[in-house]
């Protein structure tokens, strides 16, 4: 009988921790620092995408419950031959594995995509690839700056290459 007890004990303790829910990890929590209401505008120089213009952009970002993503959601205006308005939804988060961030999301546009990023000291680097409404690929590149608690400096590149990176856009994000 007291061997029933001691493995009823065993058996217990093996499924409460096997219950335990995990955690995420200090990759993770270094996200916090989009979490929040932030916004940018600026104005986009002529080049291979048109003739430019001004643009915002707002980025509202909280953690989805568990605090292992981020929900981000995004209202952006643009120069109509830039895409015009429209609005995003994604989430981001670090997958452990391949040791990189990730944000993956979709648009009031009908596109959607996925990038992957880094944290190199005080600087966010997220790239990915996507196609042009003429078929053609390009790669992206958007580097983060942290600047302050409240502030980032937020350079999105485009390249045909890779290699050869064109300034897209260049503008300070802050947090309302």
């Known amino acids: ?21 995990a955690t995420p990890g200090p990759e993770v929590k ?11 505008e600026g104005t986009i ?5 048109g003739a430019g213009g001004k643009y915002s952009v707002t980025h509202t970002n909280e953690w989805m419950t568990g605090r292992f993503f981020l929900i981000n959601h995004s209202e952006s205006k643009f120069p109509a031959e830039l895409g015009g308005d429209s609005s995003q939804f994604g ?4 997958d452990a594995e391949k040791k990189v961030y ?19 000291g005080d600087a966010w ?14 790669r992206h590149r958007e580097t983060n700056q942290m600047l302050s608690p409240t502030s ?3 350079k999105f590149e485009i390249s045909t290459d890779g290699t050869n990176w064109l300034v897209m856009m260049d503008t300070i994000v802050t947090k309302q």
């Open 1 to 21: 009988m007291r061997l029933r007890s001691v493995l009823a004990v065993i058996l217990l303790a093996g499924t409460a921790s096997a219950q335990t829910p």
């Open 30 to 40: 270094k996200l916090d620092f989009f979490v929040g209401s932030w916004k940018g």
């Open 45 to 49: 120089p002529p080049g291979p995408w």
């Open 125 to 138: 680097t997220w790239t990915g690839s996507d196609k042009s409404p003429g078929g053609h690929v390009f």
């Open 152 to 154: 980032y400096r937020a």
């Open 91 to 94: 989430f981001t988060g670090y």
């Open 102 to 120: 990730f944000a993956t999301g979709c648009d009031s546009q009908g596109g959607q995509g996925v990038v992957e990023g880094t944290l190199n």
